[in-house]
């Protein structure tokens, strides 16, 4: 698998295979909860098919899609993959509503949306990759292939926002790295009203505009277009506080905040989000559910550093090797700094902020896990790979396998993990 487009049949397979194993599990076991099948009413073999894709949060895409936000605890979610799904649901989609109902064509919709995005995303993080890897092919094919087996396979695959945000996140790393920040600064602020996170990625411009030029005299240049930038990647965002705010206030006791913003409300109020909030007893479980993820987030970071530490805890100020000699080539190249470093931060908020056993889905646009976990198994099965290193890649592969497999038939029996 060498040229993009087997990147993209090689996630064309992974996908019918992980609906086709997520339809054939929920045939056969049907759903332990059936909140889903009541909602829609189901009868027809499609109606049923399609029931698959709607699980956990797709309850909440499904219903902002079709009445909009009735609810205040609905604005946890953003409305960029509901208003994808409504708009080809009553557009290219429209002719089947009258065969499968109104519900069921913009179920399929957003699997529509999910799915085309999961295939593109894959190609996105291949051409990523030979962006920021110039000199180092494989690495990009390998860890394309690593997002095609991610882990949380069905999440993918379904209504959930990890598709769509990877392939927003990812091309707009591509035009990042490329130096197009005004075409990486659109896209993300796209990516904003997808997910809220992607208002991090205004730290790359900083990153290359401010402290890279820490000391030169473009640095006030770059402090300009930098806080541009910001502005227009924060856009999305804004729009959607902004719309919650004029639906809900006054009377709402966050009206009334410096910055009334209803996000951060809602996750708090409604789904106990914050700092060490997660950090309970019962909670044990879920943060071992996370420990793969966590590890390879933490070994993947330790590799990148380590080659100089000084370098890297200096943001690039100072090293402790031969600049003449510094890597262009393969996982430790000082062109994916930026993107450790987001790595890094994300590591931490996580694990501080969330809910813990959610980093498996919210990592799904982390372009270096997906590195890390390439360069383990290239240098686990690759000639040359120590017993170690090919105890390592066989440990993580089977995790991404077995932990995609197992998660896409409790997912289409409505169990957790979610």
Wanted: glycine share 8%; proline share 5%.
């Amino acid at each position: 698998m060498k040229t993009l487009r087997d990147v993209y049949a090689f996630a064309i397979a992974s996908r019918f295979i992980t609906i086709g194993i997520g339809i054939l599990s929920y045939l056969t076991t049907g759903p332990y909860d059936s909140s889903a099948d009541i909602q829609l009413g189901s009868s027809s073999l499609i109606q049923r098919c399609l029931n698959v894709f709607l699980r956990w949060d797709a309850l909440y895409f499904l219903h902002i899609a079709g009445h909009g936000y009735v609810y205040e605890q609905e604005h946890a979610f953003f409305p960029g993959l509901p208003l994808a799904a409504r708009y080809l649901a009553q557009t290219v989609l429209s002719p089947i509503q009258e065969h499968i109902g109104e519900q069921h064509t913009l179920l399929l919709a957003g699997a529509i949306i999910t799915n085309v995005s999961f295939v593109l995303a894959a190609g996105s993080l291949y051409r990523l990759t030979r962006s920021v890897f110039p000199g180092h092919p494989h690495l990009a094919t390998v860890s394309a292939m690593a997002f095609c087996l991610s882990p949380p396979a069905m999440f993918m695959s379904s209504m959930y926002t990890e598709s769509p945000f990877a392939l927003l996140s990812f091309t707009g790393m591509l035009w990042y790295s490329q130096k197009h920040y005004l075409a990486a600064a659109l896209v993300w602020g796209v990516a904003t009203t997808v997910r809220s996170n992607a208002i991090i990625y205004a730290g790359f411009f900083i990153y290359d505009l401010v402290v890279r030029r820490f000391g030169k005299c473009t640095m006030i240049t770059g402090m300009i277009r930098a806080a541009l930038y910001t502005i227009i990647t924060f856009s999305g965002f804004a729009a959607v506080q902004y719309y919650g705010y004029k639906g809900h206030c006054p009377g709402r006791p966050w009206c009334d905040q410096m910055v009334p913003m209803i996000y951060s409300f809602v996750q708090k109020e409604y789904w106990n989000n914050g700092f060490l909030e997660y950090y309970e007893v019962k909670q044990i479980p879920n943060f071992f559910l996370a420990l793969p993820i966590v590890s390879l987030t933490v070994g993947g970071l330790w590799k990148y550093a380590q080659y100089d530490w000084v370098w890297f805890w200096t943001i690039g100020f100072s090293s402790s090797k031969d600049v003449k000699h510094e890597p262009t080539m393969g996982y430790t190249s000082r062109s994916a700094a930026p993107f450790m470093y987001l790595w890094g931060v994300l590591l931490v908020y996580t694990a501080t902020c969330m809910h813990i056993q959610v980093i498996i889905r919210f990592f799904t646009s982390m372009a270096p896990l997906y590195w890390f976990t390439a360069q383990l198994w290239m240098d686990g099965f690759g000639p040359h790979g120590k017993v170690t290193q090919r105890r390592i890649a066989n440990g993580v592969l089977s995790y991404y396998v077995l932990y995609g497999l197992v998660g896409i038939v409790l997912f289409a029996a409505f169990l957790p993990p979610a």
